[in-house]
């Protein structure tokens, strides 16, 4: 893959023309349209994708993954409610796109993959960009105990269970934004908006049907 991280008038065109697209498609929360606006897609994608890197699509990165459209990047980010300071746990890095998202809110981003090549290629490219994440080779169902508590976590995977261990690592009054299997034949997530309330109860909403690639145990390269 050859990285090239140039940001042209033509890109900035194409990813304004993104914007307005998420604007009709329920996208209202201005930082987070700020946020797109401002991160260039195209770097996490091979060159000859270019063109694709600015439609409402989700793409192959390699290793069998992919980066999620960016109507569902804008929709989970919306969802998070995130603002500049908050610590955010994001499981998934995959592309590193949904963390730069992430950054470019002012948020401090700690991010977690499993799949050790994708960690690797991913690293390199987030290396490039001018936004502070820190990364981690893990299994997203430990979180991060050393780092804990997050204000916010926002899980990128389709998950069989709301993992306890970040449920733990929330801070009171924190969300959790997780798409959740619901073992159906289409292998679709419903979207979960999990706050936990100050006195550690949980409140569940629920936004609609997704489709993540799933989210596994432990680090490997499969
Ligand atoms: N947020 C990504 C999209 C991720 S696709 C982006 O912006 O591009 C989901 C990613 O979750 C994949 O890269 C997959 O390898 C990773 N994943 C699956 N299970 C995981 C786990 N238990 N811990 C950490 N990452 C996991």
Redesign the pocket.
């Known amino acids: 893959m050859s990285i090239h991280t140039e940001d042209s008038y033509r890109h900035k065109g194409m990813r304004k023309q993104l914007v307005d697209l998420l604007r009709t498609k329920n996208i209202s929360d201005e930082s987070v349209l700020a946020a797109i606006n401002e991160v260039p897609r195209h770097v ?1 994608l091979d060159t000859s994708f270019e063109e694709l890197a600015y439609q409402d699509i989700a793409f192959p ?1 390699g ?1 069998g ?4 459209q960016p109507s569902t ?1 804008a929709f989970q980010t919306q969802l998070l409610s995130v603002s500049k300071g908050l610590k955010v746990l ?10 730069c998202v992430l950054a470019a809110m002012g948020a401090k981003v700690f991010t ?4 050790r090549n ?1 960690f690797f290629k991913t690293k390199e490219i987030l290396e490039l960009l001018p936004f502070h994440i820190k990364t981690f080779l ?4 430990e979180g991060l105990p050393t780092y804990a508590p997050f204000d916010r976590i926002i899980i ?2 389709g998950a069989p269970e709301i993992p306890q261990k970040l449920l733990e690592q929330l801070k009171p009054g924190g969300v959790m934004v997780i798409p959740m299997d619901k073992n159906d034949e289409e292998q679709h997530q419903k979207m979960l908006r999990i706050t936990k309330m100050t006195d550690s109860t949980i409140q569940q909403e629920e936004f609609g049907d997704f489709k ?7 680090i490997g390269n499969d």
Do not use: H, N, W
Not at 65 to 68: D, E, L, M, R
Not at 138 to 141: A, E, K, N, V
């Open positions: 996490f990165i290793s993954q992919t980066i999620s990047v994001e499981i998934g890095t995959g592309s590193g796109y949904q963390a977690i993959e499993r799949q994708l893990g299994d997203g169902f990128t995977a993540f690639v799933p989210m596994l145990k432990e």
